[in-house]
């Protein structure tokens, strides 16, 4: 069907389901459940649809229905939070106070701002004696009350996952009444939501300026920091936080989690583990493990995975981190309760995604290519279906940077940045041998190791600024408007946010793979730093990337032609820079570092002006903390086996080639 015939078929159920509604709000019950039960036979998993024939079965008097097609709403829709206060309401009506309290606690636990269920709450706890809970309850009702109905409403909204309407809502209002501390908190947790990180940030700094005891705005403030990966200052406000509540968990575990993002994972496992001596809990196990994981513990985190999974057989990220390995094979009763998860009508999405991926490579483990392949594309497309990417800003960025950052415009601010030369950057694309670039020159008793550093992102928000014009963006066109002094202030900048990931060594890695996009201003701040760009063939590397889901960003990754137009865009922007700064960056081919090791080790060291050490060529050996998909791999002599693995799904891989073409021509080293 095409998009334009979907997208009618998609506004005639939104009205149909606005009538509807309408029905219902003057009190034609029975009307509306006539339409709601022909609507249901058109979409039968909906689930708004499901819920206003529960509701108006109900008003009928109907209640033994309205209860039935409430269990057939959480068996499709669990975490929809109306559903239970529904279930409440109908247990009030057989007078029924148990049920409908655990019900109405339920509704409550997903969404805080349900006045009905709180109301509800704070009536019937008081009458079965509970009388702290019913002030408890209380508490919330008057809460509730002192704010405005618009916030109430988008935040409910917020809750049950309706994000755009919420996001109109709460913009709305502050346009029309300025600032209103949880209309920006509420604001800010859409913006966290949508990955808008800097809105967010920017938002929770104001609302601690207005009300600086707030202490869940505070809170949402250093998760934001931790998504940014500002772990230094993430921490500094978990400290405050814990000094006000030393023992509450949500602050502990994000401390742990700042902990292990600043290269300090022994102290995150710790931390870790004293939470789960108190209460077990799935996340915690699967967070140790990841911990492990980058220290090279590789049974000790497989057995954490598999705790985390025995605690919730439906965690299709402990299942997909176990395949993330890629040294880890499943075994058949492994793969059965996948696929049973996986095909539950109960399973969340982000669990079903994840589940996809993992039978992807367990299936690509047993040479069954076939249907590993349906998984890895069934896995995309789910991911794709929740994420918002978009590749023409990309492609722009990269046009402006070539139009910007000329050989003229470098030669006229040469002698800008901070001189130091204590930098590595590794850059390309995730998947194309930068992780056992960086495993190979951290393996050098020189130089520090460290991770995909967030600093160039950072300071490319800096400049980008708060315009919004994608037409004619800030940046990089702000780079001609900058003098010498702000280069310098730059690069100084990124060094000493940098220091905290060290340990002494005169020099560090930063392996964060996107900076291809900006080698112009990285130059401009670090003249003397040394660049590697991390080179692969096309398909495979494009397809490995395809078979990756990653924890967070590389949002071009779930679609092949996605994929391949991302990758078109970055082989032309390297060779811009090519021309633009010859010689500034060593382009290494993976498959060439496989073929010969020692020459292309002895390469890379010689063009980061270091002696060559035998530990270089023994990298497997060095023990560190590696971050990425690739740290099994690593920590194992280099094989070839693995350079055409993906020659098993070239039959899949029409698509891919042709959307990759001219660009397949044969990679050599420059």
Same mark, same amino acid.
């Given at each position: 069907?095409?998009?334009?015939?979907?997208?009618?078929?998609?506004?005639?159920?939104?009205?149909?389901?606005?009538?509807?509604?309408?029905?219902?709000?003057?009190?034609q019950?029975?009307?509306?459940l006539?339409?709601?039960?022909s609507?249901?036979?058109?979409?039968?998993?909906?689930?708004?649809?499901l819920?206003?024939?529960?509701?108006?079965?109900?008003?009928l008097?109907?209640i033994?229905d309205?209860?039935?097609?409430?269990d057939?709403?959480?068996?499709?829709?669990?975490?929809?939070?109306?559903?239970?206060?529904?279930r409440?309401?109908?247990?009030?009506?057989?007078?029924?106070?148990?049920?409908?309290?655990?019900?109405?606690?339920?509704a409550?636990?997903?969404?805080?701002?349900?006045?009905?269920?709180?109301?509800? @709450?704070? *009536?019937?706890?008081?009458?079965? +004696?509970?009388?702290? /809970? #019913? &002030?408890?309850?209380a508490?919330? !009702?008057?809460? $509730?009350?002192k704010?405005p109905t618009?916030?109430?409403?988008?935040?409910?909204?917020?809750?049950?996952?309706?994000?755009?309407?919420?996001e109109?809502?709460?913009?709305?209002?502050?346009?029309?009444?300025?600032?209103?501390?949880?209309a920006?908190?509420? @604001?800010? *947790?859409?913006?966290?939501?949508? +990955?808008?990180?800097? /809105? #967010? &940030?920017?938002?929770?700094?104001? !609302?601690?300026? $207005?009300?600086?005891?707030?202490?869940?705005?505070?809170?949402d403030?250093?998760?934001?920091?931790?998504?940014?990966?500002?772990?230094?200052?993430?921490?500094?406000?978990?400290?405050k936080?814990?000094?006000?509540?030393?023992?509450?968990?949500?602050?502990?575990?994000?401390?742990?989690?700042?902990?292990? +993002?600043?290269?300090e994972?022994?102290?995150?496992?710790?931390?870790?583990?004293?939470? $789960?001596?108190?209460?077990?809990?799935?996340?915690?196990h699967?967070?140790?493990?990841?911990?492990?994981?980058?220290?090279?513990?590789?049974?000790?985190?497989?057995?954490?995975?598999?705790?985390?999974?025995?605690?919730?057989?439906?965690?299709?990220?402990?299942?997909?981190?176990?395949?993330?390995?890629?040294?880890?094979?499943?075994?058949?009763?492994?793969?059965?309760?996948?696929?049973?998860?996986?095909?539950?009508?109960?399973?969340?999405?982000?669990?079903r995604y994840?589940?996809?991926?993992?039978?992807?490579?367990?299936?690509?483990d047993?040479a069954?290519?076939?249907?590993?392949f349906?998984f890895?594309?069934?896995?995309?497309?789910?991911?794709k279906?929740e994420i918002?990417?978009?590749?023409?800003?990309?492609?722009?960025?990269?046009r402006?940077?070539?139009?910007?950052?000329?050989r003229?415009?470098?030669?006229?601010?040469?002698?800008?940045?901070?001189?130091?030369a204590?930098?590595?950057?590794?850059?390309g694309?995730?998947?194309?041998g930068?992780?056992?670039?960086?495993?190979?020159?951290?393996?050098?008793?020189?130089?520090q190791?460290?991770?995909?550093?967030?600093?160039?992102?950072?300071?490319?928000?800096?400049?980008?600024?708060?315009?919004?014009?994608?037409?004619?963006?800030?940046?990089?066109?702000?780079?001609?408007?900058?003098?010498?002094a702000?280069?310098?202030?730059?690069?100084?900048?990124?060094?000493?946010?940098?220091?905290?990931?060290?340990?002494?060594?005169?020099?560090?890695?930063?392996?964060?793979?996107?900076?291809?996009?900006?080698?112009?201003?990285?130059?401009?701040?670090?003249?003397?730093?040394?660049?590697?760009?991390?080179?692969?063939?096309?398909?495979?590397?494009?397809?490995?990337?395809?078979?990756?889901?990653?924890?967070?960003?590389?949002?071009?990754?779930?679609?092949?032609?996605?994929?391949?137009?991302?990758?078109?865009?970055?082989?032309?922007?390297?060779?811009?820079?090519e021309?633009?700064?010859?010689?500034?960056?060593?382009?290494?081919?993976?498959?060439?570092?496989?073929?010969?090791?020692?020459?292309?080790?002895?390469r890379?060291?010689?063009?980061?002006?270091?002696?060559?050490?035998?530990?270089?060529?023994?990298?497997?050996?060095?023990?560190?903390?590696?971050?990425?998909?690739?740290?099994?791999?690593?920590?194992?002599?280099?094989?070839?086996?693995?350079?055409?693995?993906?020659?098993?799904?070239?039959?899949?891989?029409?698509?891919?080639?042709?959307?990759?073409?001219?660009?397949?021509?044969?990679?050599?080293?420059?």
């Amino acid at each position: 069907m095409a998009a334009n015939a979907l997208s009618s078929v998609a506004s005639a159920i939104e009205m149909e389901v606005k009538r509807i509604r309408a029905l219902m709000e003057q009190g034609q019950f029975a009307a509306a459940l006539a339409a709601a039960e022909s609507l249901l036979a058109e979409v039968p998993e909906n689930r708004d649809v499901l819920y206003m024939i529960a509701v108006s079965e109900r008003y009928l008097g109907r209640i033994a229905d309205a209860l039935s097609t409430l269990d057939r709403l959480e068996a499709l829709h669990p975490a929809y939070s109306r559903l239970f206060q529904e279930r409440g309401h109908c247990h009030v009506a057989l007078r029924e106070a148990e049920p409908a309290i655990a019900a109405y606690l339920r509704a409550v636990n997903l969404n805080h701002a349900l006045p009905a269920s709180w109301s509800a @709450l704070q *009536k019937l706890l008081r009458m079965a +004696g509970r009388a702290t /809970d #019913a &002030e408890m309850a209380a508490s919330h !009702v008057a809460a $509730l009350a002192k704010l405005p109905t618009e916030i109430v409403t988008a935040s409910s909204m917020f809750a049950d996952g309706e994000i755009h309407p919420a996001e109109a809502i709460v913009r709305q209002y502050l346009l029309k009444h300025g600032n209103h501390v949880e209309a920006m908190r509420l @604001l800010a *947790k859409i913006g966290m939501q949508h +990955g808008v990180l800097d /809105d #967010a &940030e920017l938002l929770l700094e104001s !609302v601690l300026v $207005l009300a600086p005891d707030y202490q869940a705005a505070r809170y949402d403030y250093a998760r934001t920091l931790l998504d940014r990966q500002s772990y230094v200052k993430a921490r500094q406000e978990l400290d405050k936080l814990l000094e006000v509540e030393p023992r509450n968990r949500s602050y502990r575990t994000a401390y742990a989690t700042a902990s292990v +993002g600043l290269g300090e994972p022994e102290r995150g496992i710790e931390l870790y583990r004293e939470l $789960l001596a108190e209460a077990p809990a799935a996340d915690l196990h699967l967070s140790i493990a990841h911990a492990l994981k980058t220290l090279g513990k590789r049974d000790e985190a497989i057995d954490a995975y598999r705790q985390a999974i025995a605690l919730r057989p439906a965690y299709g990220d402990a299942y997909w981190s176990l395949a993330n390995l890629k040294t880890y094979r499943f075994d058949d009763a492994q793969i059965a309760c996948m696929r049973l998860e996986e095909a539950a009508r109960t399973t969340p999405l982000v669990d079903r995604y994840h589940l996809c991926f993992a039978l992807g490579k367990a299936l690509e483990d047993r040479a069954e290519y076939a249907e590993s392949f349906l998984f890895y594309e069934r896995g995309n497309a789910l991911k794709k279906s929740e994420i918002r990417y978009r590749p023409g800003p990309i492609a722009r960025n990269a046009r402006l940077q070539a139009s910007v950052c000329t050989r003229e415009f470098f030669a006229a601010r040469r002698g800008v940045g901070c001189q130091s030369a204590e930098p590595i950057f590794i850059v390309g694309l995730p998947r194309s041998g930068s992780t056992l670039l960086e495993q190979i020159l951290a393996s050098h008793s020189q130089v520090q190791g460290t991770m995909e550093l967030p600093e160039i992102p950072r300071i490319v928000n800096e400049l980008r600024g708060r315009e919004l014009d994608e037409a004619n963006p800030r940046y990089p066109r702000v780079l001609t408007e900058l003098a010498p002094a702000d280069f310098l202030r730059l690069g100084e900048t990124y060094l000493a946010n940098t220091r905290v990931y060290r340990h002494g060594k005169p020099f560090f890695i930063d392996k964060m793979p996107n900076n291809f996009r900006h080698i112009g201003l990285i130059h401009l701040i670090l003249p003397n730093a040394k660049i590697i760009d991390a080179r692969r063939e096309p398909v495979a590397c494009c397809f490995s990337n395809f078979k990756q889901l990653f924890a967070s960003g590389q949002e071009f990754t779930y679609d092949l032609e996605d994929i391949a137009r991302y990758y078109r865009d970055y082989l032309e922007l390297m060779a811009h820079w090519e021309r633009a700064l010859p010689g500034k960056v060593l382009r290494v081919q993976h498959e060439q570092v496989v073929e010969d090791l020692e020459d292309n080790v002895r390469r890379l060291l010689d063009f980061c002006g270091l002696e060559f050490e035998p530990a270089c060529l023994e990298f497997y050996k060095t023990e560190r903390s590696v971050r990425t998909a690739s740290s099994e791999q690593v920590r194992q002599p280099i094989y070839r086996d693995g350079i055409d693995q993906w020659r098993h799904f070239e039959p899949w891989l029409g698509r891919l080639r042709a959307a990759l073409r001219p660009s397949t021509a044969p990679e050599h080293p420059g």
